[in-house]
């Protein structure tokens, strides 16, 4: 805990670079903390990084509606509203706010008004007697029927929570901590120094003053590297360099540290999801889906399917997720290959999934088995069946599935 304590509130001085010197028996050192909001949370590189990975999966998800039965209704009046929610935001838009959103405040309130699906902000939310909730915005009461609260459930059953209140202090830490390293660096680096004076400085001494101004003018004038100034001092005057107070060793062993917990609050342990990135894209993201993008998904399909069919319909929303959409090319030809070889996909279909143009030839729309995938009592009829005519030795030929 020493670590945290010493870094979760660190603060760092900076004199204005001008204003300080202008009235040398003024001395005045600001303190510039970061404070957590809506306009900077997303400064953070890696919360900005995990809410990426996170929204882009519900952002690339296929929205449809289902039946009781779990057929596709195609041409249901939700899914034009769902497509093109209102004239200021696109799907795509919308449903990455919504998990952005979420993410951060814990809670976002979905309304569908007619025909248009909006995100109500500064929503106050209350149960009545009935434990029935109600909303307002500006004192306004919205109806029930046409907003849904969708809450990152954590104690309490009318609020959600998310980002902005469980990470707050470990979130306001690591800004602080990469503002000072980032304002050090696009400053090239920090320089100090200290004006020893063996008199007694006086306001009223003219002559000392106009010299402590000449001299701290001459110190200001070092703005690069390749500067030399010569500065004759008098008796009684030395110059000393300071050591910077910012330590970068200590502030990135703390970023280090706490950078990651910025993902658990999402969901994701940080260091499985990098290190299954790097080894294999495809459990990476698999991981990334089981832990955190899965329940939103769950979540969101309650509540739009309550907001646009209400709780007697058998009609439900669903969100589907194409796994493959984030897995490398060369994953996708491997997989696609042993689909068509275990009779999954059909020619067709894999040519589909890797990019390429359907063929719609009878052979291309058949299902297809390897030899060496049937049953062994099977096998020589099997063979009989699907090599007539052909060359016997070939070991890979498709029989076709009738």
């Known amino acids: 805990m020493g670590l945290r304590d010493r870094f979760s509130n660190f603060l760092?001085?900076?004199?204005?670079?001008?204003?300080?010197?202008?009235?040398?028996?003024?001395?005045?050192?600001?303190?510039?903390?970061?404070?957590?909001?809506?306009?900077?949370?997303?400064?953070?590189?890696?919360?900005y990084e995990l809410l990426q990975d996170i929204s882009n999966q519900?952002?690339?998800?296929?929205?449809v509606?289902?039946?009781?039965e779990g057929n596709e209704l195609r041409n249901d009046p939700a899914l034009a509203i769902i497509n093109r929610p209102n004239h200021y935001l696109t799907r795509s838009?919308?449903?990455?706010?919504?998990?952005?959103?979420?993410?951060?405040?814990?809670?976002?309130?979905p309304v569908l008004d007619a025909n248009q699906l909006h995100l109500a902000a500064n929503v106050y939310t209350e149960l009545d007697e009935r434990l029935i909730e109600h909303y307002k915005i500006g004192g306004t009461e919205i109806p029930a029927f046409m907003i849904r609260h969708i809450k990152n459930i954590g104690t309490d059953h009318l609020k959600g929570v998310g980002l902005l209140q469980l990470g707050k202090n470990t979130l306001e830490g690591v800004m602080s901590a990469e503002k000072?390293?980032?304002?050090?660096?696009?400053?090239?680096?920090?320089?100090?120094?200290?004006?020893?004076?063996?008199?007694?400085?006086?306001?009223?001494n003219g002559a000392q003053s106009k010299l402590i101004k000449a001299i701290l003018d001459q110190l200001e004038a070092i703005d690069e590297s390749r500067s030399v100034k010569?500065?004759?001092?008098?008796?009684?005057?030395?110059?000393?360099t300071m050591k910077s107070p910012i330590e970068d060793e200590k502030i990135l062993a703390y970023l280090n540290v706490y950078k990651k917990d910025l993902g658990k609050f999402l969901g994701v342990n940080v260091d499985t999801y990098i290190k299954l990135t790097i080894s294999d894209l495809e459990k990476a993201m698999m991981y990334l889906h089981n832990k955190a993008v899965k329940p939103i998904m769950k979540n969101f399909e309650d509540h739009l399917s309550l907001l646009f069919f209400g709780p007697k319909s058998g009609k439900r929303i669903k969100f589907k997720i194409n796994i493959l959409d984030f897995v490398p090319y060369s994953t996708k030809t491997n997989i696609a290959y042993n689909l068509v070889r275990t009779m999954v996909f059909t020619p067709d279909d894999s040519r589909e999934m890797l990019g390429a143009d359907r063929l719609n030839t009878p052979e291309a729309t058949k299902l297809y088995v390897s030899k060496d995938l049937i049953a062994g009592e099977d096998l020589r009829k099997a063979t009989d069946d699907s090599l007539k005519g052909g060359d016997g030795n070939d070991e890979e030929k498709g029989t076709e599935d009738n």
Do not use: C
């Open 12 to 47: 760092y001085r900076q004199a204005e670079k001008r204003g300080w010197f202008e009235d040398i028996y003024s001395s005045t050192i600001r303190y510039g903390g970061r404070y957590v909001s809506d306009d900077n949370i997303l400064e953070s590189s890696d919360v």
């Open 58 to 63: 519900i952002m690339l998800a296929e929205i």
């Open 65 to 68: 509606v289902e039946d009781l």
């Open 93 to 109: 838009e919308f449903f990455k706010l919504m998990t952005n959103s979420y993410l951060l405040h814990g809670e976002v309130f």
């Open 180 to 204: 000072v390293l980032t304002e050090k660096y696009s400053k090239g680096g920090l320089l100090a120094f200290l004006l020893k004076l063996d008199a007694h400085i006086n306001p009223q």
């Open 230 to 240: 010569m500065i004759p001092l008098g008796k009684g005057f030395a110059i000393d």
